[in-house]
């Protein structure tokens, strides 16, 4: 059974830096695409960052430059760090995961299996 578990969320003010963590299970996610995403209140689930098995990433354009992914594929670990923090990035945070394809999807739905999510709260 697939499980992906979030760590490292919380409060922190803006401009600060939190690292997120997701630790997944189940099966070896060495050749799955890792990925990040985030749902504010009264919003939609949006597309954050994501990875593939050989480690090319990709960003929604409101994170680059301030939030790097990272995996650890001997782990099965993927991390968020996330710098430069802004009001706007308050939500709850997501990791998600799908098998192999030749390019890094966006769309929630093509992701299979997900995490429970961990809040991230940043303070103005």
């Known amino acids: 059974q697939v499980q992906l578990v979030e760590s490292g969320g919380g409060l922190v003010q803006a401009g600060g830096s939190l690292r997120l963590s997701c630790a997944a299970s189940?099966?070896?996610?060495?050749?799955?695409?890792m990925g990040w995403f985030r749902q504010a209140p009264g919003k939609e689930r949006e597309f954050v960052a994501a990875?593939?098995?050989?480690?090319?990433?990709d960003y929604a354009d409101s994170v680059k430059g301030r939030f790097t992914i990272s995996r650890a594929n001997v782990q099965n670990t993927v991390d968020l760090q996330m710098d430069s923090l802004r009001p706007e990035d308050t939500a709850v945070y997501y990791c998600?995961?799908?098998?192999?394809?030749?390019?890094?999807?966006?769309?929630?739905?093509?992701?299979?299996?997900w995490g429970q999510g961990t809040q991230v709260t940043v303070s103005s």
């Open positions: 189940g099966r070896t996610f060495s050749t799955y695409t």
């Open positions: 998600a995961t799908v098998y192999y394809r030749d390019y890094i999807p966006r769309a929630s739905r093509d992701y299979e299996y």
């Open positions: 990875i593939r098995w050989r480690g090319d990433s």
